[in-house]
């Protein structure tokens, strides 16, 4: 989960966890404080604007926004896009597959390709990408089965 720090309706900073200090300070907001899309659009937006303009092109983050349905909680969120060149696998039900790692990411940004040949669509507006509607993009090389069958 990532928090990002909001003044004057600006994103100022962003941190993958929060110190005790910070958890005090109401000016860092992590998802559950996310109302609507537009605000997830809103802070993606000025995050990754951010990081293009502190970090190194290495190092930078495109950031998304994210909305999962009514039916969940939280509704909406801003996550970090997958980046080409990092590993990947895909899975279902407790079984997991190294799949090689990204090489192109769609303008878009609907649509992940991977060194083998497969391509993830981004699920709707969630923060989930699958392949063959049925098998999920996870981050890292993991050979696992499900220990149940």
């Given at each position: 989960m990532l928090y990002f720090r909001i003044i004057n309706d600006k994103v100022t900073a962003i941190a993958p966890e929060l110190t005790d200090g910070q958890h005090q300070d109401p000016t860092w907001i992590a998802r559950h404080n996310i109302r609507s899309f537009e605000q997830a659009q809103q802070i993606a937006e000025q995050?990754?604007?951010?990081?293009?303009?502190?970090?190194?092109?290495?190092?930078?983050?495109?950031?998304?926004?994210?909305?999962?349905?009514?039916?969940?909680?939280p509704q909406f969120d801003v996550q970090a896009l997958p980046k080409v060149?990092?590993?990947?696998?895909?899975?279902?039900?407790?079984?997991?597959?190294?799949?090689?790692?990204?090489?192109?990411?769609?303008?878009s940004k609907r649509v992940i390709y991977t060194?083998?040949?497969?391509?993830?669509?981004?699920?709707?507006?969630?923060?989930?990408?699958?392949?063959?509607?049925?098998?999920?993009?996870?981050?890292?090389?993991?050979?696992e089965w499900n220990p149940e069958l």
């Open positions: 995050a990754t604007a951010l990081h293009a303009a502190m970090l190194p092109a290495a190092q930078r983050e495109t950031f998304i926004a994210v909305d999962e349905g009514n039916s969940r909680w060149g990092d590993k990947v696998s895909y899975a279902f039900n407790g079984d997991c597959y190294p799949d090689g790692e990204i090489t192109k990411i769609s303008d060194s083998t040949g497969h391509r993830f669509y981004r699920w709707r507006l969630s923060g989930s990408w699958l392949y063959d509607r049925m098998w999920y993009l996870v981050p890292g090389h993991i050979r």
